[in-house]
Nanobody, 120 residues
Framework: QVHLVESGGGLVQPGGSLRLSCAASGSIFSIRAMGWYRQAPGKQRELVATITSGGSTDYEDSMKGRFTISRDNAKNTVYLQMNSLKPEDTAVYLC??????????????WGQGTQVTVSS
């Protein structure tokens, strides 16, 4: 059984910063890509950023320069540093990862999400 648990969400004023964390736990053999997605009320889920096991990153265009994804492979944890937050960044942020519990098969997992609210 594998679990992804996000933390670090909350209420922040426009222009502020938050750092999200997502820790994978369970019978993990290997993790490939990890990423963050977000879903605002009434909107489709959208990609925020992804990072490979080697550290290559990819960002949705509107978040480049404001958000930074990183990971600690030893801790099976991915982070999202969010700066210069805007009200339109308000959403539930979800962690995603491709995880192998038995080599060489990988499955895709989602966390439950953490709420980020940007408001004055």
């Amino acid at each position: 059984q594998v679990h992804l648990v996000e933390s670090g969400g909350g209420l922040v004023q426009p222009g502020g910063s938050l750092r999200l964390s997502c820790a994978a736990s369970g019978s993990i053999f290997s993790i490939r890509a990890m990423g963050w997605y977000r879903q605002a009320p009434g909107k489709q889920r959208e990609l925020v950023a992804t990072i490979t096991s080697g550290g290559s990153t990819d960002y949705e265009d509107s978040m480049k320069g404001r958000f930074t994804i990183s990971r600690d492979n030893a801790k099976n944890t991915v982070y999202l540093q969010m700066n210069s937050l805007k009200p339109e960044d308000t959403a539930v942020y979800l962690c995603n990862a491709d995880i192998s519990t038995i080599a060489p098969r990988y499955s895709n997992y989602w966390g439950q999400g953490t709420q980020v609210t940007v408001s004055s």
